[in-house]
Nanobody, 118 residues
Framework: QGQLVESGGGLVQPGGSLRLSCAAS????????MTWYRQAPGKERELVAA????????NYADSVKGRFTISRDNAKATGYLQMNSLKPNDTAVYYC???????????WGQGTQVTVSS
């Protein structure tokens, strides 16, 4: 059974940085596109950034462009979200998702809390 485990969340001051990791197991990670989502209290889940299975193409929400970078290491079956210049409204639970459109299979992590506060 496939599994995703996020790590790297925590409390950071405005302007600070964090790097989230998403470790995959139980499936062939390199065959899956990966997406990071976030959900703040009282708000709907929103897409933050996405990367294709090869890592060659990425996409970002306008709110994080220029500050966040999504990447992946298929050899390590791990995806990353580098977050710089963090703002209080980046506070949310961050989730990673791996999706194979061809087989219509997706996996979700349990989420990791990111809090940006002074």
């Amino acid at each position: 059974q496939g599994q995703l485990v996020e790590s790297g969340g925590g409390l950071v001051q405005p302007g600070g940085s964090l790097r989230l990791s998403c470790a995959a197991s139980g499936f062939t990670f390199s065959n899956y596109a990966m997406t990071w989502y976030r959900q703040a209290p009282g708000k709907e889940r929103e897409l933050v950034a996405a990367v294709t299975s090869s890592g060659r193409s990425t996409n970002y929400a306008d709110s994080v462009k220029g500050r966040f970078t999504i990447s992946r290491d298929n050899a390590k079956a791990t995806g990353y979200l580098q977050m710089n210049s963090l703002k209080p409204n980046d506070t949310a639970v961050y989730y990673c998702e791996a999706r194979n459109i061809y087989y219509n299979i997706d996996y979700w992590g349990q989420g990791t809390q990111v809090t940006v506060s002074s």
